[in-house]
């Protein structure tokens, strides 16, 4: 992102966290005034040992110095997770991962990778990269979510198809809370390469293509691994109950595996089983 780009995000993340917060969680008084969700300003820059008016030039993205120690307090005061702190850091101190990571744009699946994805068969399991561009996949995967290889390569997107797919749209019972945890991935993702402005490029992008995007973007949370319980409506299934564990996975590239667990005691497993007997999708681990 550019540089009054990465303010305006800092600006919008600020006014987020601050409306989240109740006064009485940090010793203040609710008060019948308040006309506003969260903290004021003036209450954020006293707890934070910063005075008011530098607090609010922050908060407005305007373009001023900033040290680690005086994000640590904001941060404390605004009850960031180990997660939200780093998207803070990035954004504030215009912190990335360097232009060699930036420039692995096509990263591969190792041997390894793949095996990985063969073995967990009844677990549909999505490899992604940084920019949730989907590397690879099982047969799992293909018969709950789609066939991926009959997608053109250009357009295997996780966040694009989570949006543009209607299969994806109806197959989640609750698609905006399913929607969320992507989104979760994608903002840590946005603040950890503040300098590649393929990001920016894509969310203008998926303004224009979804009328829900923008608002659930701006509402969104960032975790680097969120754990969650997903409720699918298969279309062929039924209902099926599946916990996500996302892992980023250590090597030179920046590639996550989504796993998607049947929930034990449910009748999820056996669906899954018996869906993938009677049909068989085209593609499977492709690149």
């Known amino acids: 992102?550019?540089?009054?780009?990465?303010?305006?995000?800092?600006?919008?993340?600020?006014?987020?966290?601050?409306?989240?917060?109740?006064?009485?969680?940090?010793?203040?008084?609710?008060g019948p005034r308040r006309r506003t969700p969260g903290l004021r300003r003036e209450e954020v820059a006293q707890l934070a040992g910063v005075s008011p008016t530098w607090y609010t030039w922050l908060e407005q993205g305007r373009d001023i110095k900033v040290s680690t120690s005086v994000l640590d307090s904001i941060a404390q005061v605004l009850q960031l997770t180990v997660d939200e702190r780093k998207y803070l850091y990035a954004l504030a101190l215009e912190t990335g991962p360097g232009a060699s990571l930036l420039k692995e744009e096509h990263p591969e699946i190792s041997p390894s990778l793949q095996r990985i994805l063969q073995e967990l068969r009844f677990c549909p399991t999505i490899i992604s990269d940084r920019r949730y561009h989907i590397l690879g996949w099982n047969q799992a995967a293909a018969h709950v979510f789609l066939d991926f290889q009959q997608v053109p390569v250009e357009q295997r997107n996780m966040i694009r198809l989570l949006f543009t797919r209607k299969e994806l749209q109806r197959l989640a019972v609750n698609w905006e809370h399913?929607?969320?945890?992507?989104?979760?991935?994608?903002?840590?993702?946005y603040g950890q390469y503040v300098e590649d402005q393929w990001y920016d490029q894509f969310l203008e992008e998926m303004r224009g293509l979804h009328p829900d995007f923008?608002?659930?973007w701006e509402e969104s949370r960032?975790?680097?691994a969120p754990e969650v319980l997903?409720?699918?409506r298969h279309a062929k299934a039924g209902k099926m109950?599946?916990?996500?564990?996302?892992?980023?996975?250590?090597?030179?590239?920046?590639?996550?595996?989504?796993?998607?667990t049947p929930v034990p005691d449910s009748p999820t497993d056996a669906k899954l089983r018996k869906l993938m007997e009677q049909s068989v999708p085209t593609g499977e681990m492709q690149q």
């Open 241 to 260: 109950l599946f916990h996500l564990t996302s892992l980023q996975i250590q090597g030179n590239a920046d590639l996550r595996c989504s796993i998607y």
């Open 222 to 224: 960032v975790s680097s």
């Open 178 to 189: 399913f929607v969320s945890g992507f989104l979760a991935i994608f903002r840590a993702y």
């Open 1 to 30: 992102m550019n540089h009054q780009t990465r303010l305006q995000a800092l600006s919008t993340f600020l006014k987020a966290q601050r409306a989240k917060i109740l006064p009485e969680s940090v010793g203040l008084p609710a």
């Open 214 to 216: 923008h608002r659930l």
């Open 230 to 232: 997903i409720q699918f």
